[in-house]
DNA sequence: CGTACGATTGAGCGTAGTCAATAGCTGTGG
DNA sequence: CCACAGCTATTGACTACGCTCAATCGTACG
């Protein structure tokens, strides 16, 4: 029960009844590993995540995947501009999603910038950055995304990875192995600590942004 | 003078007179390798390419640089949303841009559509493809962007490869080395033909389809 | 209790990167 | 006119990072 335990300490997305079905404040919570909409067909309405963690992604035809972003609570889903989806959606957890209100332009050019801002940067990341690169960008961005606001505060950040190590790999270009590798190598350089491979505590941020950034001088020192 | 005659030819963007100061048409023509803005500068306004080729562009603090998307004539650049600019925008041949006019709301949401679709399925190609299926898929959009259509309507489709090796190697996430290879092994295959590493001719685009879109059995197919 | 799945770890391999040399072309200046 | 520098492309030899394949362990679940 170390997994429940700690998913509940986080604050996890999880509903107050475990059953999936469970409606919570006339809400609908989907289960994880729930396909929201699906890549090339029909476009469905914007919606917002209120709670929970959704990846994006495409496929070749040969079933290699590469997840385009990982969207935690308050970002939009669904942003579509064409006829159809361009992406397929899925949750990584229980989730809960409503349909967006309308949006002001502002907020609407700020929701489409910080979309095209994020898959910018993945692009770089995918093409030009090395393997424990990406992992310490990856961590970075996901503690960004789910670690609690007063968890961040104090010294220390601990968040729950809401993806397995084969999401890691689809979202970072990697696989499996690597990206666990890369993990343990952080852990051995004491730069990250979990017992549960999805509770994470950022133990060195400073060192993993200068990792994450590409700034080499920290490849080889630190132990890695 | 081969590279200018085949530019000719090809109806390369190349001003009346072969100064870069040049004004034609009372438009600005830019030279080659021009900065048209840069990133993380204050947001310009919205272009249009009315003739030419311009490579979008963001890097890492240590140089690394990866081309995001290529553009040819008639996209718009500087599609800003913030108020920093995303990219740097560089003219990779003479140039020939305006303001874009106010956008209907139809045409606005198409050349939005076109962007993210384009860096997306960038992504793709930067984490699940291999060197040759990147090569492929680049000259194929390459030759979808800049091949005239009258050439396209013919058998075979000739074109301009605006880009160096060099720049091709930063669009796709390698080096100039295997670019350099790529191009080599599809030309022994019979796939594409040059003489001039910049005028490259379509010969078999069906299995270089095949290849771009990942479909293995291609690959060790055709004498590459 | 058995099956399934995720994570980890090791051994070996292969694709793409690094380093280096060369050729060809362009433009410059003596 | 030629020598030279600078740049791009190509090619070869070697390296190494990350992938493949395989085995093991732990936990979840029916």
Known sequence: MLQLASLAAL??????????????????FLAPRTVIFREGFDAVPQLRL????????????????????????GRLIGLVFGEHNRTTAETLTYCQIEPARELGL???????????????SHAILLGRKTAP????????????????????????????????RGEMADWLGLT?????????RFRRAGLVGFTDPQIVTLLQPTVLQAIAAGRRQFDNSNNL
Do not use: W
Request: aromatic share 6%.
């Open 50 to 73: 209120t709670d929970g963690c959704v990846a994006l992604s495409r496929s070749l035809s040969d079933g290699r995947r590469q997840i385009i972003d990982i969207v935690g609570p």
């Open 106 to 120: 502002a907020e609407f050019r700020g929701a489409v910038n910080e979309m095209v801002l994020r898959v910018e």
């Open 176 to 184: 499996v192995e690597t990206v666990s590798r890369c993990f343990q």
């Open 133 to 164: 690169e990406r992992v310490a960008s990856a961590i970075l961005d996901l503690a960004d995304q789910f670690a609690r606001p007063r968890a961040k505060r104090k010294g220390t950040t601990t968040f729950n990875l809401y993806l397995t």
């Open 11 to 28: 604050g996890c997305a999880l509903p107050a009844k475990s059953h999936p079905d469970t409606r919570v404040d006339s809400r609908e």
